[in-house]
T-cell receptor, first 118, second 111 residues
Framework: DTGVSQNPRHKITKRGQNVTFRCDPI?????LYWYRQTLGQGPEFLTY????????KSRLLSDRFSAERPKGSFSTLEIQRTEQGDSAMYLC????????????????FGSGTQLSVL | KQEVTQIPAALSVPEGENLVLNCSFT??????LQWFRQDPGKGLTSLLL?????REQTSGRLNASLDKSSGRSTLYIAASQPGDSATYLC??????????FGTGTRLLVSP
């Protein structure tokens, strides 16, 4: 049973650089989510995909952030022109919804990508 | 705006004790409430999910209750073990699995 996989586990970058993270969800899961967690806080919702469609985006997701899920499988989260305030753990989660309006399925989280912007 | 609060922020108990973690939320219009466990530097593991129409869920030594009208949930851990040491997070689902999390309770169970 392979769970949600995230790469890289750690990323250190200089301010102003672009970074890209990858998430591979559990294979049969049709929903994928990105969350961000800073030290001592709970995760905050960033965005959500149903198959390849991005259905919801948080106001936390500024123009510098873009997420894709091109074939409804893996997803990438790109941050352009990184700032020190972007330093956080970026968590990906997936779930299986057996109908479009489902709201009660469990989320399975990956181990996250820890981003440090110097 | 939905806000989730967890009390206490940290808890230290000797092995074998039963304990209760508390979670409160400000808006009762939720689809479900979930309890997660997070180990240091790791992702989250789902422990229990209580649908808005349910009052409680049980899994092994864990029991979670939900009182939607008062905006409260509790996680009861029976006969705590050192392996239970972790941060416990509660989250309410406000729609489309947009979870709003509390800041967690850091639990330390000493042998």
């Amino acid at each position: 049973d392979t769970g949600v996989s995230q790469n890289p586990r750690h990323k250190i970058t200089k301010r102003g650089q672009n970074v890209t993270f990858r998430c591979d969800p559990i294979s049969e899961h049709n929903r994928l989510y990105w969350y961000r967690q800073t030290l001592g806080q709970g995760p905050e919702f960033l965005t959500y995909f149903q198959n390849e469609a991005q259905l919801e985006k948080s106001r936390l997701l500024s123009d510098r952030f873009s997420a894709e899920r091109p074939k409804g499988s893996f997803s990438t989260l790109e941050i352009q022109r990184t700032e020190q305030g972007d330093s956080a753990m970026y968590l990906c989660a997936s779930s299986f919804a057996n109908y479009a309006g489902s709201t009660n399925e469990k989320l399975f989280f990956g181990s996250g990508t820890q981003l440090s912007v110097l | 705006k939905q806000e989730v609060t967890q009390i206490p922020a940290a808890l230290s108990v000797p092995e074998g004790e039963n304990l209760v973690l508390n979670c409160s939320f400000t808006d009762s219009a939720i689809y479900n409430l979930q309890w997660f466990r997070q180990d240091p530097g790791k992702g989250l593991t789902s422990l229990l999910l209580i649908q808005s129409s349910q009052r409680e869920q049980t899994s092994g030594r864990l029991n979670a209750s939900l009182d939607k009208s008062s905006g409260r949930s509790t996680l009861y851990i029976a006969a705590s073990q050192p392996g239970d040491s972790a941060t416990y997070l509660c989250a309410v689902n406000t729609g489309f699995q947009k979870l709003v999390f509390g800041t967690g309770t850091r639990l330390l169970v000493s042998p």
